[in-house]
């Protein structure tokens, strides 16, 4: 299951964070402060997956984001590795060549791309088309 998400800039800023499981704001800070840290100071050359004290980190690097999910120890590290690719190709798929930008001034549109595909933190949806028919039925709505 996952516990949290997390789209981190390279200087550490958190751009997007979504949590699956109830968690004080400042444990939430102080946890992503250390989440951010530990994957940041990573070389390209280790593994992305890092066990970060009662769960796994599964992170990847996208140009100057980072993408990481908190999850479970039970949870499939290769899966929740697929799935933040999928996640990129469907934001690349709507915005045409994300950028950290999109992602700041579209934050709206992200969760809810983020929140079609996962559910309570369990992925439910990984069609591309299936998880952007929404968020194109309110684009054709807010035109007319």
């Known amino acids: 299951m996952i516990k949290f ?3 981190v800039n390279k200087q550490g ?13 400042n444990k939430r800070t102080l946890l992503e402060t250390e989440v951010i840290k530990s994957c940041l100071s990573r070389s390209n050359e280790q593994c992305s997956f890092i066990e970060y004290k009662d769960f796994k980190l599964i992170y ?3 140009a100057a984001l980072f993408i990481v999910v908190g999850v479970n120890d039970t949870e499939n590290e290769m899966a929740i590795y697929e ?6 190709e469907v934001l690349d798929e709507y915005f045409s060549r994300v950028s ?18 996962v559910l309570n933190g369990c992925i439910v949806e990984t069609n591309r088309a299936r998880i952007l028919a929404p968020l194109l039925i309110l ?4 035109e007319s």
């Open 139 to 142: 684009d054709k709505m807010s």
């Open 83 to 88: 799935f933040i690719h999928n996640f990129v």
């Open 5 to 7: 998400f997390l789209m």
């Open 13 to 25: 800023q958190t751009r997007l964070s979504k949590y699956y499981e109830h968690a004080d704001i």
């Open 100 to 117: 950290e930008l999109d992602i700041m001034f579209n934050l709206d549109k992200v969760h809810i791309i983020l929140d079609e595909m």
């Open 60 to 62: 990847r690097q996208y």
